[in-house]
């Protein structure tokens, strides 16, 4: 009887949020929770805009005058500042620093036009459900073999997450625009086709440039009447709606996974891209709360893929210091998202899908501050050019054949690649004796070391990054027997 009476309230509490009292919405931290549980706050309906579990805290959205009904949840609570959860009134309609839906599409144009050779212009994919153009980018170089594997990334499938759309223009900007002077870039573009779709949820974003300001679902407002929207990032096709673990039936709570996978417009226009590019990896932006989730999601089980994840995880945070690990060990299991269909399904091949959850100031706490913009997309941008590198790597663009017998130089297994510090590496010799030079691209030797008395056939080495050496594509020659040969390596750290 009570747990029926609880849900009633929170179905009304629930229909006031979306319907009449968006203005009084406030974002509060929930410290220490009591009797409660971040799932059983999902149960009842609560909107949970982030989670901690290493600081113990929850931030939900609410409206003000249901307050109250977190006295008993939690030790202590606080209400975080205004700009967390709206836009200020001198930033209604262009998002402050925050690039609105005009300012994104002339950024992607202008981009387009200013490295023709580099940067494609907004190509449509589909329509939203109010008839929204959804478009991509790509960025790939003339260079490099004729099938490049394919990168995605993607931004504002939650559309109150600003900071995401921010992100892909930098590193689009940071791609572009150092081509031609770093080494990195040019190795990307050289070996891969960067896509990038940065409003995956576009009636959402203009949504919030009117005074929504809070909308994360898309604006399909009619399957069923009752619904304020549908979460796109639980309607995809793997484990769709397996159980309520973060992934709602009920078409009022936030995540709300519609009446039936790729039932929305939206995700399947990112089906169909996602199926016709193929991609090797993936990087789904949200936020906020500095984490990156890898599969799978929908419970709290390692892929068969985890070790992979997790160190390429571990090495993406080792700056910033985001938490990593999956979706049920960070917040909650949710079934329905992007990252597991992206990772998993046999529409496509295996793709390792990484979801992040860029460590904004709420959701637009971030609007009037262009040095904490620019930081933020600093530090996403070091995780993506390590992706793209880690992907790279694995599919054996660095690596030279395999050892090749007795007699015949090679050098394999280059590991950890990139390298932040230290790195090992397989040789096969013919002699005794090798000789290891490092060079950068432009061909300036870095190190340089002799090793002696080795019995000819296959040893494993270990090479020390020297400290002012600078991040970049470098390339490991080793010489023995007369014979020489090499690969490529990337530091970056
Ligand atoms: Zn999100």
């Known amino acids: 009887m009570k747990k029926c009476y609880m849900q009633f309230l929170f179905l009304i509490l629930s229909v006031t949020v979306v319907s009449e009292a968006r203005a009084s919405e406030v974002i509060v931290r929930l410290f220490d929770l009591r009797d409660c549980s971040v799932e059983s706050l999902l149960a009842e309906g609560y909107d949970i805009a982030s989670v901690n579990r290493s600081e113990n805290y929850v ?15 939690a030790t202590s609570f606080r209400i975080m500042p205004e700009s967390w959860v709206r836009l200020l009134p001198e930033n209604t309609d262009d998002a402050g620093y925050y690039l609105d839906p005009a300012e994104t599409l002339a950024f992607w144009t202008t981009l387009a036009t200013t490295y023709p050779d580099l940067v494609q212009s ?13 478009y991509s980018i790509r960025i790939t170089s003339s260079s490099g073999p004729s099938d490049k594997p394919a990168i995605f990334f993607n931004s504002l499938i939650h559309s109150r997450e600003p900071i995401t759309n921010s992100v892909l223009a930098d590193f689009g900007m940071w791609l572009a625009s150092n081509y031609d002077s770093d080494t990195m870039a040019k190795h990307i573009l050289d070996n891969s086709e960067i896509y990038l779709m940065p409003i995956v949820n576009p009636d959402g974003y203009a949504d919030n440039m009117t005074g929504g300001n809070m909308q994360r679902k898309n604006m399909n407002y009619t399957t069923p009447v009752t619904s304020s929207g549908i979460d796109l990032n639980r309607n995809f096709g793997y484990q769709w709606g397996i159980n309520n673990s973060g992934s709602s039936p009920n078409p009022l709570d936030e995540t709300y996974r519609g009446s039936a996978a790729f039932s929305e417009k939206e995700t399947q226009v990112i089906r169909s891209f996602t199926n016709t590019i193929d991609p090797i990896g993936s990087m789904h932006y949200h936020s906020y709360g500095g984490m990156v989730i890898y599969s799978w999601n929908y419970e709290n089980q390692p892929t068969p893929h985890q070790s992979t994840f997790q160190s390429w995880a ?68 070091f995780m993506n050019i390590l992706l793209c590198m880690n992907l790279l790597a694995s599919v054996g663009i660095e690596n030279n054949a395999e050892a090749s017998g007795t007699g015949i130089l090679s050098v394999t297994g280059i590991s950890p690649n990139p390298v932040m510090n230290s790195m090992n590496f397989s040789a096969s010799i013919p002699s005794g004796s090798l000789a290891v030079t490092i060079f950068d691209l432009s061909g300036r030797r870095i190190d340089q070391f002799d090793v002696e008395n080795l019995e000819a056939g296959n040893c494993r080495l270990n090479w020390a990054v020297p400290a002012d050496a600078p991040n970049g594509v470098y390339m490991l020659m080793i010489e023995s027997g007369n014979q020489i040969t090499g690969s490529r390596f990337t530091v970056l750290r």
């Open 59 to 73: 931030d939900v959205v609410i409206d003000e005058s249901y307050l109250s009904t977190l006295e008993k949840k």
């Open 122 to 134: 907004p190509v449509t994919q589909g329509q939203s459900f109010q008839n929204r153009d959804i």
């Open 314 to 381: 571990s090495a993406m945070t080792a700056q910033n210091g985001y938490q990593y690990g999956r979706c049920g060990e960070l917040m909650y299991p949710a079934n329905g998202d992007a990252c597991d269909w992206s990772y998993e399904s046999s529409e496509h091949q295996t793709c390792m899908a990484f979801g992040v959850e860029v460590d904004d100031s709420g959701f637009w706490g971030s609007q009037n501050d262009t040095t904490k913009i620019a930081e933020l997309c600093a530090e996403c941008r």
